[in-house]
């Protein structure tokens, strides 16, 4: 895949040395819905990202609606805040869990998610429509991402960045599982109507 190394997305050089992003294999097949940022348990989550006060309701009651048995959630990280009593009652939800850890997801929550059956990922990169996908919990610039890439991210909750960006957080899909199809479909679909409307 031209531009990206074989276990790291971009590196650039700084003052100590290397960095980048070590990707993982992207999880085959990929993952039927996305949801980011559930911050379970986070007791001011309401008043920092506006959400309504049953937030936490809504969003068990449309994933348990939505989320079919043998199906795949693929969860862009930031499931609880400094909650050790979220994992037994989000093990009762259906589905298969991926989890791409974000940086409230601390080791021994990650632990507890393990223990109830979940899978945790590396960032990865998939290709769709054309496209590159780099999925990750904190999106990244919009300057390093090459061309054709999108970059699919939490950790931004009601933030939009640019239209390389698609944002999976709760607040902007309606507290619910989106379909990741009709997700990175909706949004090519939106950039080629924009580009169509700036070249008119």
């Known amino acids: 895949m031209a531009g990206v190394a074989e276990e790291v997305f971009w590196l650039r050089r700084t003052s100590t040395g290397l960095s980048g992003i070590l990707l993982g294999e992207p999880p085959d097949p990929l993952p039927d819905w ?5 911050h379970f348990g986070h007791k001011r989550i309401v008043e920092l990202a506006g959400r309504p006060a049953d937030h936490e309701q809504q969003m068990l009651d449309w994933w348990t609606r939505l989320v079919g048995k ?8 930031d499931v609880s805040y400094r909650s050790s009593v979220w994992a037994e009652r989000l093990a009762e939800l259906p589905g298969r869990v991926l989890l791409v850890r974000g940086n409230h997801d601390q080791t021994q929550d990650v632990r507890r998610y ?3 059956g979940w899978t945790v990922l590396e960032p990865f990169l998939f290709t769709w429509q054309g496209w590159r996908v780099l999925v990750t919990h904190e999106p990244q610039e919009r300057s390093r991402l090459p061309r054709q890439t999108l970059n699919l991210h939490g950790h931004l909750h009601e933030r939009f960045l640019t239209s390389k960006h698609i944002n999976a957080c709760v607040e902007v899909r309606g507290y619910r599982p989106v379909r990741l199809a009709e997700l990175l479909d909706g949004h090519l679909a939106e950039m080629g109507a924009n580009r169509l409307r700036q070249g008119a």
């Open 34 to 38: 996305v949801i980011s940022d559930t």
């Open 70 to 77: 043998d199906e795949t959630v693929l969860h862009l990280g």
């Open 114 to 116: 393990r223990r109830i």
